[in-house]
């Protein structure tokens, strides 16, 4: 029996189906763990061994990758809402309200990228708090710190040009309130102190900002795509040094 | 209450809510850890070299990370709906009118400076300060373990930025601000026409100063001889102190200016309250 099921595996996994599907087979060695990791595209990232304290939850509370993770799905969740959602003044709105009430699953699909953006926002805080306690910043780490302090920007940044597209009045007034202060702006807002003369309402950092005076129609658009272009780009980009930075620098801190 | 209850319950303030248990509890393993280490020593050497194969064991823990997380997620999205208000109407401001949470802690500091300084200078100090972090913190020890007694003044400076400065602020700006960003206590009905009454003050006038220039000339020397603190104290402390030594003067600099800007927020929210402050330099072209 036994001898009659090896004798099919063996007949299945030697078959050029099979073969041109997976390489090899599994060896369960040091030296198969090792190449899991070195030839897969999406693991590669990691080294083929870390210290064990690493792997300890109550050390790095998982909150690197729990933000990593979000930063994921608000990434497929929103590029699928982005099928259903146009960034004009006329539309907006509605079609989120359309997107609510008559794609399927568009309300949960909603849910999700607003939550996991809200999620986002917690972890990397608490990241950064995990951080800090653990001195994980002191030498050879400090340039590391700096593009997480980045990326904690980022993050920031990226929730709240995300926050005026449904366009409805939290998404007004949120934003209405956040970008008032550019206004007060030493130097570069036109009600700050030591404004020049010809620093006015619709040249000030403000306006940049805003493309208008208030929150209009242009607003919407560069929003949209600060959000859904630019500044996710910039934060792939960021991430991608802040891994590997974490490799580069002895992988994750430990008392040595 | 009713009002508190609906902040509570609102979909968006889920995240805060989520915070107010989240923190405490990281607060509580984090320090269980450091007792841990600050009693029995750093663990040796021998123990630290013993490295795993990240294939299955790190692997392993991010997919059950992974699928805990997804379901966490997944449950909130099915429960809650995220808000959709009316359309948006610029002719129609809400009061209070709030920035989204996490911007909460900044729109409260507005509540004791002026605009530029708690939405632009203190921000931007925040952000370069979080940067100087590793440059002028040159304690070697206490690097990648948890631990109270080795770093007591970084701890402690970092946590009361974070956990008071920030989340706290964060939490009365989300739950115990009412109309006209007034405050109030939980069990307290909002009432949109409370008006309170402008009794505050500026610190000069407390100190019976009544021209303008002098009150202007006043208030420099007050936030002058502040910042004074700083350098004073080296002057005085350098040579006994190698810790001083060691920091150096430049990073002695930053590291007593940022300090003495982060404690000016506390001290002016003291001063509001209990004395009535509203400025402590009233100049032409700035105030603070
Ligand atoms: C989008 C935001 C971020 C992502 C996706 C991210 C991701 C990660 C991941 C996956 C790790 C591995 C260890 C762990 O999970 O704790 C890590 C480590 C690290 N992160 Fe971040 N991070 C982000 C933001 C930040 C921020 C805001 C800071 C600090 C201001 C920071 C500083 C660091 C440092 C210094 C390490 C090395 C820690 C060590 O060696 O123990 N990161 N990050």
């Known amino acids: 029996m036994n001898e009659e099921r090896k004798g099919l595996k063996e007949k299945i996994t030697n078959s050029d189906i099979w073969r041109s599907i997976f390489r090899h087979g599994y060896e369960d060695t040091g030296r198969r763990y090792t190449l899991q990791v070195l030839q897969n595209v999406w693991l590669h990232l990691h080294p083929p061994r870390i210290s064990r304290h690493a792997l300890n939850f109550r050390f790095t509370w998982c909150m690197g ?20 959602y146009r960034p004009t003044a006329e539309y907006a709105f509605h079609d989120v309200q359309y997107l609510e009430f008559d794609i399927p699953f ?70 209405t309130v956040g970008t008032n202060m550019a206004r007060a702006t030493p130097v570069l807002g036109h009600e700050g102190p030591f404004a020049p003369q010809d620093i006015t309402q619709s040249n000030d950092v403000r306006f940049a900002l805003l493309a208008g005076t208030i929150v209009g129609p242009s607003t919407l658009l560069r929003f949209y795509i600060l959000h859904c272009v630019a500044v996710p780009l910039l934060a792939s980009v960021l991430m991608a040094l802040h891994f590997w930075r974490v490799r580069k620098d002895g992988g994750i801190s430990g008392p040595l | ?86 359309p948006s109407d610029p002719t129609k401001t809400p009061n209070p009118s709030k920035a989204p949470w996490y911007f909460l802690a900044l729109q409260e500091m507005l509540v004791y400076f002026d605009p530029w300084i708690a939405g632009v200078v203190l921000p931007g100090l925040i952000i370069a300060g979080l940067i100087a972090i590793p440059y002028i913190d040159i304690n070697p020890k206490g690097k990648g373990y948890y631990t109270i007694k080795e770093r007591p003044f970084a701890l402690a400076v970092f946590s009361f930025g974070f956990i008071i400065l920030w989340i706290v602020l964060m939490v009365v700006g989300t739950f115990l601000r009412g109309p006209g960003w007034n405050f109030f206590a939980p069990w307290e009905a909002w009432d949109p026409h409370l008006v309170v009454p402008l009794t505050n003050v500026n610190l000069s006038y407390l100190f019976g100063i009544r021209d303008a220039d002098t009150a202007n000339f006043f208030g420099f020397v007050v936030v002058a001889g502040y910042f004074a603190i700083g350098p004073v104290f080296y002057l005085w402390k350098h040579k006994s102190s190698r810790f001083l030594q060691e920091l150096g003067l430049v990073r002695y600099i930053i590291v007593s200016f940022l300090f003495l800007t982060m404690l000016a927020l506390p001290i002016k929210m003291i001063l509001r309250v209990v004395l009535n402050v509203k400025y402590i330099w009233v100049s032409p072209w700035f105030n603070i």
């Open chain 1, 65 to 84: 990758g729990i933000t990593f993770l979000m930063f994921l799905v608000t990434a497929v969740t929103g590029v699928l809402l982005m099928f259903y």
């Open chain 2, 1 to 86: 209450m009713e009002h508190f209850i609906a902040l509570v319950t609102k979909p968006d303030n889920v995240p805060i809510v989520a915070i107010l248990f989240l923190i405490p509890y990281f607060i509580y393993l984090s320090y269980r850890q450091a007792r841990q280490t600050d009693k029995t020593g750093v663990p040796s050497d021998a123990a630290l070299n013993d490295k795993v194969y990240v294939w299955p064991y790190l692997c392993r823990n991010e997919f059950i990370c992974a699928i805990i997380v997804m379901l966490v997620l997944g449950v909130w999205s099915i429960m809650i709906d995220a808000p959709l208000e009316e």
């Open chain 1, 106 to 175: 568009g309300m949960l699909l909603r849910n999700m990228h607003r939550w996991a953006a809200h999620g986002m926002v917690i972890s990397v805080m608490l990241h950064m708090f995990r951080v800090f306690l653990t001195g994980s910043y002191k030498k050879p780490r400090e340039f590391n710190w700096a593009v997480g302090v980045i990326l904690l920007l980022v993050t920031f940044f990226l929730s709240f040009t995300g926050y005026l597209l449904p366009w409805d009045q939290l998404a007004f007034w949120a934003v």
